[in-house]
């Protein structure tokens, strides 16, 4: 019966001599990770229905992704929202470091069969999504949400 003990107890003294911090801290998002972010100004000239898709390619540059059976473009940029500071310690040794807390974006637009825009929007892809999941997800909303 001791020696059934003496493992459990001797591993909650393990980790209990160990330490560990982590501190996220938000700030505000100025600095780029990745990519290009699309501003609202540079979205003035859509209109749906009238901005065809060369229009866009034109202003904005070639998309990240170009989904042709779904008839979309989709533009992604990654932006700052916060630093997460870490330390772990135990016994004799540790390690610190700093890693920013990203949020991704993506300016998303549909085409309508005579390539001219039928629906865009700006978005947040959620890290617990699949980038096709998301994509889908946005198609099969109704436009106006």
């Known amino acids: 019966m001791r020696m059934r003990m003496i493992v459990p107890l001797s591993f909650c003294a393990l980790v ?36 065809k898709k060369s229009e866009i390619v034109d202003r904005l540059g070639s998309p990240d992704v170009i989904w042709e059976e779904a008839r979309l473009f989709a533009y992604n940029w990654v932006m700052r929202q916060g630093i997460l500071i870490w330390a772990v310690g135990g016994g004799y040794s540790g390690a610190a470091g700093v890693s920013d807390l990203p949020k991704r974006y993506m300016l998303l637009v549909r085409f309508d069969d005579h390539d001219r825009v039928q629906r865009f929007g700006r978005a947040v892809w959620p890290s617990q999504k699949s980038y096709g999941d998301f994509l889908e997800e946005w198609i099969a909303e109704p436009a106006g949400k």
Do not use: R, S, Y
């Open 16 to 51: 209990l001599q160990a330490g560990c911090i982590v501190l996220p801290i938000p700030t505000q998002e100025h600095k780029v990770l990745a990519g290009k972010p699309v501003t609202d100004e540079q979205l003035d000239f859509l209109v749906p229905g009238v901005t």
